[in-house]
């Protein structure tokens, strides 16, 4: 499985965009960012037919170090959640099969 580089990305959305490669970047930057800002804020960004983008609040939990097997406390934290929509779904898996 080949991974897409940033460099990658920015060439391709250029291209199809048609616009310069700086443009393409201070386009992603800014939808990125706004994107963190609202999930910061608790709100959540959707792009119909792609997904959306939510902030979401992890507990405190405790760990264990595969290493050394000691015990490790993770603190309570905010982490940035991503739900594909059912149009992307069955852009990837097919159309889905009624039981």
Known sequence: ???????????????????SKKDAEAVL?????????AAKNGDKVAWPGFGSFAGIKKAATTARNPRTGETVKVP??????FTASSTMREQLNGPAKKK
């Open 29 to 37: 930057g800014a939808f990125f960012d706004n994107a963190i800002a």
């Open 1 to 19: 499985m080949a991974s897409i580089t940033k460099a990658d990305l920015l060439d391709t959305v250029a291209n199809n965009a048609g616009v």
């Open 76 to 81: 309570a934290r905010k982490a940035l959640k």
